[in-house]
Nanobody
């Protein structure tokens, strides 16, 4: 059974940084695209950043230049380095892993940016 677990969320002041981690477990030989999404209160879930198995990345315009996605395929883990955080980055951040054509979601980790 595949499980996806996020960690690293928390409370941070504007301008601060956080690093989120996403780990997949189970009988997995290959993971396709790994992506970070977020959902703020009252808003739809949106893509923040994605990274393919070959390392190609894409970002939402709102986070370009501030967030960096990376992955360690040997550890079945993806990371989201978030710098220069803004109050509007406050949301629950979810990780999605594409494994053998199926999307697996974690339960999310809360990021709160406030002074």
């Amino acid at each position: 059974q595949v499980q996806v677990v996020e960690s690293g969320g928390g409370l941070v002041q504007p301008g601060g940084s956080l690093r989120l981690s996403c780990s997949a477990s189970g009988i997995i030989f290959n993971i396709g695209t790994m992506g970070w999404y977020r959902q703020a209160p009252g808003k739809q879930r949106e893509l923040v950043a994605g990274i393919g198995s070959g390392g190609i990345t894409n970002y939402a315009d709102s986070v370009k230049g501030r967030f960096t996605i990376s992955r360690d395929s040997t550890k079945k883990t993806a990371y989201l380095q978030m710098d220069s955080l803004k109050p509007e980055d406050t949301a629950v951040y979810y990780c999605k892993c594409q494994i053998y054509g199926t999307d697996y979601w974690g339960k999310g980790t809360l990021v709160t940016v406030t002074s």
